[in-house]
């Protein structure tokens, strides 16, 4: 029986399932293909570091409701809890992809920092730019060095973690992405989204808005069909 992708989700609303539907949509993957398990959830089973070898890829996926620079120490508790499990992952270098909240999460677990920085802060659609590094990474294959990407967030990445490569930046946010070792990145945009998506997330979580309207985000939003690829190919990584 062929292996399964493990998605690692951070939400107890309406954004759980719109995660998930968003990724399947994106990805092209088949549910039966993919078990999600919801971390914030205290009865979901938390795979074992041992359990690595029954994935053949990881999703961490990003959180409306939870902010590392105040979580609580229960909420954080909990949360690492994927520690150990994500430790082996990075061990074996198995394909991962981190994003937004997941992107801050694993960054935060292996020696790297997050701060809300309202001067980082992004919310509605941003160009992403690639470095050099990004160029040659399978990740970004068949994209231009720059493109736009939906992104909502509060925290930013400030310090990049432990054996971690930069890969892009915006305008306003230093760290967009990573690579530790070969095959985990971390993405702070969000590529599972597309302007019907970035509208429905903002209608749950306004205050990421930052005092736009959704009108003003609508007309403001830009094309995010490259980003929408980087998840594609993580399925080439995978599979390779």
Known sequence: M???ILVFQFRTDKSLIHE??????????????????NVLNKHSKIPQASDVNLYRAVILGGSGQVDISSWSPQIKKLIFEIKPFMKQVIKIDMPTLNICFGHQLVSVMFGGSVEADQNQAETGTHKIYLNDQAKKSLLFKNTPDSFYAVEGHKDSVTKLPEGAIL????????????????????????????????????SLFPSYAKGKNLNKLLKDYKQTNFATKVLKNFSDIHHS
């Open 2 to 4: 062929p292996k399964k």
């Open 20 to 37: 998930r539907s968003c990724i399947l949509k994106t990805t092209g993957f088949k549910s039966s293909q993919v078990k999600f398990v």
């Open 167 to 202: 890969l892009a930046s915006s305008d306003r946010c230093q760290i967009e992405a990573y690579r530790i070792k070969n095959n985990i990145y971390g993405l702070q945009f969000h590529p599972e989204l597309d302007k019907q998506g970035m509208m429905y997330r903002i």
